[in-house]
C-alpha cells in the first residue's frame, strides 16, 4: 500500500501538471470505487478547474473551484498516474483534463475516490491523528499518544487515528531505526526510547520522501516511474538475510493479521 512518502511524492509530481487544468470528461469500468457513487462524482469534476492538490495521511485530495472536492486513497495495488497516452491494463479511471489525462491504476480494484461538497466534516477525515512530519507533531504529543494507547508499538504507528501515513513498510524501518522490537507494547516504551523512536520517525519517513518513495510492489511515480528507496531498505521483506548492524539472521513473523520483519538481536 502506498504510504505517507509515496503520497507526498505523487502530490508534489502531480502539483505543476494538474493545477489549473480543466476537467473535461471522466470515465471508469469500475464503479464500486467511488463514494457516494460514479455518477454524483463524474457530475461533481467535469467542468471543474482543480485549484489544489494536497496530501492527508495516505489521502491525496483535489479541491476543485467550485468549492468542492474530491479525494483518493490508492489502498493497496493502486496509483496515480499523468501523461498523453496511458497505457497500463489496470487503469479503472481517467480523467480527461484540458492538457493530459489523469488516471488511476489499480490491480487489486481496492482504491477510494470520493466526491466530497463538505471536506471538514467528512467523517473519514475527521477521525485522522496528527501529521508525523508537521510541526504540531512534537515529542510531547507522541509521548502522550504512547501513554495512552494500548497494544503492540507497531499497531500503534500504523494506527490512522493516532498517527497518519505510517504503514507496514516503514513501521518496520521505523522501529529497526530505533532498536525497538515490533513485540514491544506501547506504553512500556520508556521515555528515552521514546525520543529515539520519534527521532526515527521524523527521519525514514524524510529520507523516504527524498527517494521517491519505495516501489516493492505495485507503487509508481506519476511519470510511471519506480520510487527508489527500495535500496534503503534494511528490514522489510529481507527475511532471513544478515542485519546490516550485527549480522543476525532478519526475522519475519505475523500477528494482529500482518507480517513483522526485525532483527531479533538489535531491536529489543
Known sequence: MPELPEVETTVRELRNKIIGRKILKAWTDTEKIFKPNFLAFKKGVVGQTVEAISRRGKNIILKLDSGSYFLVHQKLTGSLLYGTEIKNPYIHLILDLDKGKLALSDLRKFAKVAFIPDLENYPDYQKLGPEPLSRGFTLEKFQEILEKARGGIKKVLMDQ????????????????????????????????????????????????????????????????????????????????????????????????GRSSHFCPRCQK
Do not use: H, M, W
Open 161 to 256: 487515528g493516532k498517527i497518519v501515513g505510517i504503514g507496514n513498510i516503514y513501521a518496520d524501518e521505523i522501529l529497526f531505526e530505533a532498536k525497538i522490537s515490533p513485540l514491544r507494547e506501547a506504553p512500556k516504551i520508556k521515555p528515552a526510547e521514546i525520543k529515539i523512536l520519534y527521532q526515527a520517525v521524523k527521519k525514514i519517513l524524510e529520507k523516504a520522501i527524498k527517494s521517491k518513495g519505495t516501489s516493492v510492489s505495485d507503487y509508481r511515480r506519476p511519470s510511471g516511474e519506480k520510487g527508489n528507496f527500495a535500496k534503503f531498505l534494511k528490514v522489510y521483506r529481507r527475511t532471513g538475510e544478515p542485519c546490516p548492524r550485527c549480522g543476525t539472521k532478519i526475522q519475519r513473523l505475523k500477528f494482529g
